[in-house]
C-alpha cells in the first residue's frame, strides 16, 4: 500500500495548492486562461525526468496517449479554474473530486477490463457521497445549482480522461516516459490561449495597473505551482502502481484539509482570504467528512 502514502501526502500538497489557486483567481489573475497558461508553464518542469528511465520514442500510439493525457489535463485545468471563479473553493473542486473517480471507473472499466473489490466499491461509493454532500454550496451570493458546477462537471470528466489516458501509457512504458510526454502534451494545449487578445495581453503585455494587481502575485503563484507539482507527481506516481479509479477516489482527502484550511482562514485573515458559512453548511461538512473517513477505512 505505499502508493496510498503517496497519495495522502499527494492531497496535502494540492489542498494547499487549490487554496491558492482561488486566492489567485480572486486577488491576482482574475482571468482563468491566464493562470491556466501558467500552469501548463510550469507543468514543463515536469521534462526534468528526461534524465531517468526515459524512453525517447516509444511508439506512436503511447505517444499519442501521452500527449491526449496532458492536453486533455490543461482543458479540465480550464474548466476547474472557471468553475473556481463563479463558485466557492469548498464545493467547486469536491464535485470535480466526486466525478473524477465515477468517470474514471467507467472507462477503466471497458479499457482495462478493471474490477474493484468488494470493500474498493464501499470506499469509492463512500468518498463520492462525501464529495457530493460538500459540493452543494449555500452562499450569499447562491444556493444550490449554479454554472460553475457546470464548470466542475466537465473538468472533472477530462481530469479523468487524463489520468486513465496516462495509466494506459504506464502499463506499457516508463513512468518518466509516460509523464514527460504528457507535460509536453499539456503545455502544447496551453498555447492556442495566447490567440485570445486579452490573455495576451495579460501575459506579454501588461498594463500599469496590472502589473500593481499582480505585483507579489508570482511568488503565490511560484509556491502554489511547487505544491501542485508535488501533487501531480505523486498522483502519477502512484497511478502508475495502482488503479486510477482508487487513486482518484482518494482526493476525498483533500477536501476535508481544504475545507480546515478555507474555514480557518476566514476567521482569522477575512481579509486574505473570506468564505461564507452558514451553520447548515458547516453541518453539511461535517457529514460530509464522516462518509469520506469511512471511505478511507474501507480503502485501507
Known sequence: MSWLIIVIVAQFAQAGALFLDKFLLSKKFPNPAVLTFWTAVANLSGCIFVFWNF??????????????????????????????????ATHI??????????????LSYFWFGEILTQNQTIAVILLVIGALIISFETTRKRSGIHIGMLWAVIAGVFFALSY????????????????????????????PLLASPSVFRSIFRRTKKEKKQTEGGFIILGINKGLAALYFLGMNFAISLASATLVNALA??????????????????????????????IIQQIIAMI?????LAFMV
Open 291 to 295: 462518509f469520506i473517513i469511512g471511505g
Open 252 to 281: 476525498g482527502l483533500q477536501f476535508v484539509l481544504l475545507f480546515v484550511v478555507v474555514f480557518v482562514s476566514s476567521k482569522i485573515a477575512p481579509k486574505f482570504f473570506n468564505e461564507y458559512f452558514t451553520k447548515k453548511e
Open 164 to 191: 486513465v489516458t496516462v495509466r494506459a501509457v504506464y502499463l506499457e512504458e516508463s513512468f518518466s516516459t509516460g509523464f514527460v510526454f504528457a507535460r509536453l502534451g499539456s503545455f502544447l494545449a496551453a498555447l
Open 55 to 88: 524512453n525517447l520514442w516509444p511508439g506512436s500510439r503511447l505517444f499519442g496517449l501521452a500527449i491526449l493525457s496532458g492536453v486533455t489535463f490543461t482543458i479540465a485545468l480550464q474548466f476547474l479554474y472557471m468553475g473556481l471563479k463563479k463558485g466557492e
Open 93 to 106: 473542486t469536491p464535485l470535480v473530486g466526486a466525478v473524477v473517480p465515477v468517470v474514471s471507473f467507467v
